[in-house]
């Protein structure tokens, strides 16, 4: 039996013999079969999606709301942005989408992106799910070139700070079966990625699938999450451990 994540691969979809081409594309970049919002996808991001400087990002800030499920007030829209199912993408306000930042949601129609008033997705970032959701609280930094896999849920709390190049990863592949190639394997997921208020993650540190990091928590660049980080807690390496505290009083 075909699992709620294998249904939703990109080959998956497109293998699809009972579908036509555009309706295998409606399924893939819209999230549905609506003629309109086909046709206003299309026009919006050939004739504004590209444009750079002032007029592009204005154009944009008064065209691409109608793209999305909801949109909150002054948000700004970086160009050659890559939307999959924008409809179940829901911004707040304040929310600031750099170049090149991908948002893709695959999966059924509570599935969804949602991030909260004042983020900021940096450029070249990367949060898609695959019969999942993403949550981000109101004002996190997601820095450039991070990536935010989901195939459960991933949580951010509020003011979190991620610098560069983090992956956040809620999902991993099977194994078990030597007969047939990793990657047509059926996907495992361990519970998601939950991430307390107020959490710092430098370059690079990898989260990995069924950890929880406690609220006021730093870990350092280059580091590789396996286990949960309690609050507060400063955890470095590879993998991570717990190397003090920004309260001294809770490592006694």
Known sequence: MTSKHEQFRFSAVSADSKSSFIKKYQDLVLGDRSWRRLLQYELLTLLVGQLPG????????ILYPQLFGSVGKNALFGHHLTLRA???IHLGSNVVLDDYAVLSVRGFEDERIEISDGVQIGRSAQ??????????SAHANIGAECRIDSTTEVHIGQHCIFAGRCYLGGVSHQFDRTDIPIVQQPLATKGG???GDDVWLGAHVIVLDGVTIGTGAIVGAGAVVTKDIPAYAIA?????QVRGSRKPESAE
């Open 54 to 61: 002032a007029l592009g990002l204005g154009l944009r800030r």
């Open 86 to 88: 924008p409809g179940r």
């Open 236 to 240: 470095m390496g590879v993998p991570a």
């Open 193 to 195: 990625v939950h991430i």
């Open 127 to 136: 949060l898609k799910t695959r019969a999942g959701s993403i949550f981000i």
